[in-house]
């Protein structure tokens, strides 16, 4: 009898660890969903809260046309920004193209 008794309390300590394991492994999944929602959403409203701003003095930019390429222009500050790629493919023009963008670029 005291032997059934043994297997009994193994039984019931091995299934609630089990069930504890999985508890615990389920409320980590629960909290790495949130972060990762949180910081997500973070992300998002950083991104809404800076987008097209100017770094320099924070007023809007507008996107426009500089020789067939699109830059960003700060409306107040006149500053000129440009995103990954659209520096060279100005510079990769040939020198008298590059030397008639760099003059609209200062305004001679």
């Known amino acids: ?59 809007d930019m507008k996107e426009g046309p500089v020789d067939g390429v699109l830059v960003d222009r700060c409306s107040l500050c006149e500053g000129l920004y440009m995103d990954a790629g659209e520096l060279e493919k100005l510079f990769l023009r040939k020198m008298d193209e590059r030397r008639s963008f760099l003059r609209k670029l200062i305004g001679v």
């Not at 008794?5 to 909290?31: I, P, S, Y």
């Not at 790495?32 to 701003?53: D, I, N, P």
């Open 1 to 59: 009898m005291e032997s059934d008794r043994t297997r009994e309390d193994e039984w019931f300590l091995l299934n609630e660890k089990q069930l504890v394991e999985t508890a615990r492994a389920a409320r980590d999944q629960r909290l790495r969903e949130k972060t990762a929602s949180e910081q997500a959403e973070e992300h998002r409203r950083l991104k809404e809260l800076h987008f097209m701003k100017c770094p320099k003095c924070g007023h």
